[in-house]
């Protein structure tokens, strides 16, 4: 027996059921990663996960169940991860900690962009149901930054439409920078410092210079 057979079978009903589960998660992650959405078959997945499919019916009524359940767990856990690498420092300095941090977890999480991108068109419920998540936790930080006098008085609404603007900077930041036939690299230095300035400074000064009264 395996160190890790004889540590689940130390599990009850519900701890090993969620170790079930998250095992069947992994797996669809990967098999999604490699194959995409339309050659994601409950075979394929309960054979990476080393589960029976019958077990697979134990969690999830069908096979769009988990694939709709599956962008949300990830942008779930991504958002802890940023978090847990956030610290406590100044607001502009966390957002370039949270930014620096979504590319550490596509690393971790290389299959992440296919399963984003395919989402849309193969698993609409559970994309919706991400971008959902993520923008309403990332409006929630800017509310408090404002609340602390760190951002501009923007609105709800202005910060709902800045937080898909940064959202959809991340996924074509690491298009261009971050993957490759390779595998996924680190993001340059230059990409942080772009954004850092952007974020901080703006990209456009004003000045009185040259206008006529």
Do not use: C
């Not at 760190?150 to 709800?156: E, F, V, W």
């Amino acid at each position: 027996m395996t160190q890790v057979n004889a540590k689940v079978t130390k599990l009850n009903r519900v701890e090993r059921n969620a170790w079930t589960k998250q095992k069947i998660f992994e797996a669809a992650t990967k098999v999604v990663g490699r194959y995409g959405y339309a050659e994601a078959s409950v075979a394929r997945i309960t054979e990476q996960a080393g589960v029976a499919q019958g077990t697979f019916y134990n969690h999830f009524e069908n096979r769009q169940e988990l694939l709709d359940q599956l962008l949300p767990k990830i942008g779930l856990d991504m958002v802890e991860f940023i978090r847990a690498r956030t610290g406590t420092a100044d607001a502009a300095r966390q957002e370039i900690a949270r930014f620096s941090a979504f590319f550490d977890f596509i690393r971790e999480v290389p299959e992440f962009l296919r399963i984003l991108n395919e989402a849309e068109f193969f698993a609409p419920t559970g994309y919706q149901k991400h971008l959902d998540n993520i923008s309403s936790a990332y409006v929630r930080i800017l509310q408090r930054a404002r609340a602390a006098g760190a951002t501009n008085a923007y609105s709800d609404e202005e910060f709902e439409a800045i937080v898909h603007m940064l959202m959809g900077a991340r996924g074509y930041l690491s298009r261009r920078y971050s993957y490759s036939e390779s595998g996924v690299t680190a993001v340059p230095d230059h990409v942080i410092t772009a954004y850092h300035k952007l974020v901080t400074r703006g990209l456009f000064t004003t000045s009185d210079k040259g206008r006529k009264s």
